[in-house]
Each structure stands twice: as C-alpha cells, then as structure tokens.
Nanobody, 127 residues
Framework: QLQLVGSGGGVGQPGGSLRLSCAAA????????IGWFRQAPGKEREGVSC????????NYADSVKGRFTVSRDNAKNTVYLQMNSLKPEDTAVYYC????????????????????WGQGTQVTVSS
C-alpha cells in the first residue's frame, strides 16, 4: 500500500524557517514526481512546489519563489520542503503528494494531477 507521511509542521515566526518532510512507505519515490500543496481555512488547495523523480528539476508557485526550496533524498525515500522567510499567509495545512513520472515534462502544480496523498501537517506562522 502506497503511503506518504508528512511531518515537520508547527509554529514558526514571521521571517523564520521550518522544514517539512514527506516520507514514503510501500513504494520508492524514485519513480514519482512529488508535489507539495497547501490549504488554508476557507480556501482551495493550491500547489506550492514540485520536484521531478531525479531531483534535477523543480517548480514553484510565485508566492513562494525565492523563499521555499524543495529537495529529495531518494536513498532515504524522503522529500523535503525548506520554508524560509515565513509569512503569516503561509499558514495552512501542507500536504505532499505523488504523481506519475509522466508529470516530469511540465511539473504541474494542480492537485488533480497527483494520485497519492499524505495526511497533511499544520504550519502556523505567527508572532
């Protein structure tokens, strides 16, 4: 059974940093594009970032470019989202998701392109 487990959420201060992890169980992430998404209360789920299966190509939403970095360690079967220069508007539940390697061409940030989802981890940015 394919399973993604997200962790690392919590409370961060404006201007601070948090790192999220997404660990895969039951499959190897090497063959999947991994995306990060977030959903704030009352808002639709939105794409934040994604990374191709080799880790050589990434894509970011404009709202997080220059502040967030996605990376992967295939040996640990884990993908990370380093979040720096946090803003209150980054507050949301963050999800990781796996999609077919066929997504590597354009690395979409659309949630409906991803098949397997983690349980979500809460990130709150507040002073």
């Amino acid at each position: 059974q394919l399973q993604l487990v997200g962790s690392g959420g919590g409370v961060g201060q404006p201007g601070g940093s948090l790192r999220l992890s997404c660990a895969a169980a039951g499959f190897t992430v090497d063959y999947y594009v991994i995306g990060w998404f977030r959903q704030a209360p009352g808002k639709e789920r939105e794409g934040v970032s994604c990374i191709d299966s080799s880790g050589g190509r990434t894509n970011y939403a404009d709202s997080v470019k220059g502040r967030f970095t996605v990376s992967r360690d295939n040996a640990k079967n884990t993908v990370y989202l380093q979040m720096n220069s946090l803003k209150p508007e980054d507050t949301a539940v963050y999800y990781c998701a796996a999609g077919s390697t066929l997504l590597s061409g354009n690395l979409p940030l659309r949630p409906d392109r991803y098949s397997y989802w983690g349980q979500g981890t809460q990130v709150t940015v507040s002073s």
